[in-house]
């Protein structure tokens, strides 16, 4: 069964960086593109990032693009997810998720179970 | 950007039928997908492609898109289908994967 933890999560102050990852097991990693997706305390899901299997291509979310930057090790099954110059608005719960194809945007099949990012002073 | 709206809320007695909507622009020409989201826990997809089920997904789950909606129908509905509910697309004209904004169901 194919499994995603994500980790890295923790409290920062406004402007602070923080690098999540998440580590997949139980599939051939490189053949996959991945996604983070973001859940505020109460709200709706938001989609954050996503990068194809090579890694060569990759797309943001409005809210996100040039603070944040995701990047894939596939020797370490590996994806991460640089974030800088937080906000308290990016505070929220952090999802990643795997799609079924290595270049196409799919349906999510799996997901992890989440790391929690609260931005404040 | 592409928008896609669902009401706030669905509520349905045991054994009724639930009907969840996702409406946007010529969502019919996109392929929708469902996702199952209980208190505490990750989403879980229920329906891709507009109506295919994954493994271990029961059949009271059913999905359509056409014209502006999409819909996910809950058939029999359980105590245990209360959960939010999510629908969600590519947005080939933007590179953007979209989420509705969410439907809480509640069985009476």
């Known amino acids: 069964e194919v499994q995603l933890v994500e980790s890295g999560g923790g409290l920062v102050q406004p402007g602070g960086s923080l690098r999540l990852s998440c580590a997949a097991s139980?599939?051939?990693?490189?053949?996959?593109?991945m996604t983070w997706v973001r859940q505020a305390p109460g709200k709706g899901l938001e989609w954050v990032s996503v990068?194809?299997?090579?890694?060569?291509?990759?797309h943001y979310a409005d809210s996100v693009k040039g603070r944040f930057t995701i990047s894939r090790d596939n020797s370490k099954n590996t994806v991460y997810l640089q974030m800088d110059s937080l906000r308290a608005e990016d505070s929220a719960v952090y999802y990643c998720?795997?799609?079924?194809?290595?270049?196409?945007?799919?349906?999510?099949?799996?997901w992890g179970q989440g790391t929690l990012v609260t931005v404040s002073s | 950007s592409y928008v896609l709206t669902q009401p706030p809320s669905v509520s349905v007695a045991p054994g009724k039928t639930a009907r969840i909507t996702c409406g946007g622009n010529n969502v019919g020409s996109k392929s929708v997908h469902w996702y199952q989201q209980k208190p505490g826990q990750a989403p879980v997809l229920v329906i891709y492609?507009?109506?295919a089920r994954p493994s271990g997904i029961p059949e009271r789950f059913s999905g359509s898109n056409s014209g502006n909606t999409a819909t996910l129908t809950i058939s029999g509905v359980e105590a245990g289908d209360e959960a939010d509910y999510y629908c969600h697309v590519w947005d080939s004209s933007s590179d953007h994967y979209v989420f509705g904004t969410g439907t809480k169901v509640t069985v009476l």
């Open positions: 990068i194809s299997g090579s890694g060569i291509s990759t």
């Open positions: 998720a795997k799609s079924i194809s290595e270049t196409g945007y799919y349906y999510l099949d799996y």
């Open positions: 139980e599939l051939i990693f490189s053949k996959y593109v």
């Open positions: 492609y507009d109506s």
